[in-house]
């Protein structure tokens, strides 16, 4: 896909998250790969419902910014993902939404699979989810924390902060955010109700009918 395409890809798909409430104020960031090894991110402060397609931030592929505003604070954090995943890596999403920072908060909350297997889709979209401790936004360490997954993992919860995801494209970087944050408020609604969660027969066949990644 060409710059102009993703640009313009990037600002709908953040307009769509501001627009249904999975964000508010300049919280949240968004980076994609393009098609010559560089980045194009959202610049830092930016609100998701104003987001200028021709004032995204862009880099090379040598990681030097060539042009639009400056990135998100958060670049370490995108960039662990893109340097430890690899080719499975075209896009990074990072939120505040709701549910998740709830889910995030509590001490019953999983460290090592945030999210109950409730849904088959939240199972095959995202895989374990990892439990990050808190880390002040912006600060190097979360790169670091992500980096010692050692790319096992697609999705990681930021404790007190929210949810950030790396898929192949934009698109499935998205969907599998809104996954994450949908069964985040299943957790949530059905805490002390006894749900019935996916059997770990269940699960296993998920994991091995859509290759997903579970560690």
Not at 76 to 104: E, M
Not at 166 to 175: E, G, I, P
Request: proline share 6%; aromatic share 6%; charged share 20%.
């Amino acid at each position: 896909m060409s710059d102009a395409a993703l640009r313009e890809a990037i600002c709908r798909f953040a307009a769509s998250i501001h627009a249904r409430g999975l964000t508010h104020g300049a919280s949240g960031n968004i980076s994609v790969r393009t098609e010559d090894g560089g980045l194009l991110v959202t610049p830092t402060g930016s609100s998701f419902a104003t987001l200028d397609p021709g004032r995204l931030a862009r880099f090379d592929a040598d990681g030097r910014q060539t042009g639009g505003d400056g990135p998100t604070k958060e670049m370490p954090l995108h960039s662990a993902f893109y340097d430890t995943r690899g080719a499975r890596a075209g896009a990074v999403v990072h939120l505040h939404s709701t549910h998740s920072v709830a889910l995030s908060v509590l001490p019953e909350t999983d460290p090592d699979s945030v999210l109950p297997p409730l849904t088959a889709y939240s199972v095959m979209q995202l895989g374990k989810v990892k439990l990050l401790p808190y880390f002040r936004p912006g600060d190097p360490a979360m790169g670091a924390a992500v980096r010692g997954l050692a790319g096992r993992h697609s999705a990681v919860l930021l404790a007190n902060h929210g949810p950030v995801v790396a898929a192949k494209t934009l698109q499935a970087a998205v969907y599998a955010t809104e996954e994450l944050e949908e069964t985040a408020k299943l957790t949530l609604l059905t805490r002390g109700l006894r749900p019935q969660l996916l059997s770990e027969a269940q699960v296993q066949d998920i994991v091995r009918s859509f290759d997903v990644e579970w560690e």
